[in-house]
Every structure is written in C-alpha cells, then in structure tokens.
C-alpha cells in the first residue's frame, strides 16, 4: 500500500486539479476504513446522537483534534505530497494532507464534505479546505475556528459542486 504520493506540475491549473483528485481518493478510500472509524468515533466519544446538530458537534470536535493534535507541515518545496491519513494523523501535513484526513474522519462518521479551493495570494487557487454539505460551512484546519470566517473565502470555489 502506497502511503504517500509526491509529484512535480507544471501549472498551477494542472496542479491543483491534480491536488483535489487525490485528496478526493483518499477522502473515499479510508472513509471506509474500520481503523480509521473506530479512530473517529473515540474522538467524539460522549456525544449525543440524538442532537438536532450532531454533524456541527462532530465537526467542531474533530476540528479541534486536528487543530490541537496534528501539525501543519509544509511540503519540500516545489514537490506536493499527498499521505494517507494515519501518516498525517501522526506525524502532520500541509492543507491537502489535513483535508484528506480530516474529510475522511467526517465522512467516516456520516458527515458530508466537499473541497473548495480559494487563493492565499500566491498563484490562483493554491489551497484546499473541506465545506461541510448541507450546512455550507467551512472547515480548514489551517485557520484557528470553525466555522472559518467566510469573509476569507470570497472568492473560493468548490468545484465538486459543480460535478454533481
């Protein structure tokens, strides 16, 4: 089993096409996983399922387990990497890495994401983040609340939308 994936692009286009395709695979291949919901479930251990806001609930508290437990890490630079999610889970990862794995601990447990993408200035949508469906809230884990500020996020898109 591959446990990360690193690749060069030319474009930024190709690049974060390439970003979001993996990131959606790892999403769908370890939301099945048994280890990784037995993983989830005891991070949101306690709460009620019978909650009108159960998918808010687990989200806030898988969002402070990410934010608190495992690291941002850049990648080598100009080399992306994608890892699997108990390689981000231990050792950290960058915003596709962090949205792969926490994607796949929300979708584990019955909540739906989506990735949008947005610009942090540098080149044109250079960043991935996770939008909880229906709610259309947003979840990144490279900013210090959740729901993020959507003022942040004006010109994001979130093209699996658009693929429905």
Do not use: W
């Not at 939301?31 to 919901?37: F, Q, W």
Request: glycine share 6%; with cysteine; proline share 4%.
């Amino acid at each position: 089993m591959i446990q990360s994936l690193s690749f060069k692009h030319s474009t930024a286009k190709d690049a974060i096409e390439s970003r979001l395709f993996l990131v959606r695979r790892v999403i769908e291949k370890f939301k099945r996983n048994p280890d990784l919901r037995v993983f989830a479930l005891s991070v949101v251990q306690g709460l009620n399922p019978a909650r009108a806001n159960l998918d808010f609930e687990v989200a806030s508290r898988i969002f402070k387990f990410m934010r608190t437990k495992v690291p941002y890490r850049r990648d080598i630079e100009d080399i992306e990497t994608i890892q699997e999610p108990f390689i981000t889970l231990r050792y950290g990862g960058d915003c596709d890495c962090l949205c792969g794995a926490a994607g796949a601990l929300l979708e584990s447990l019955g909540v739906k994401v989506y990735l949008g993408i947005s610009s942090q200035g540098r080149v044109e949508y250079d960043h991935i983040f996770l939008v909880l469906f229906p709610s259309m809230l947003i979840f990144d884990v490279t900013q210090d609340m959740f729901p993020a500020d959507r003022g942040k996020y004006n010109a994001a898109l979130i093209p699996e939308l658009n693929n429905r």
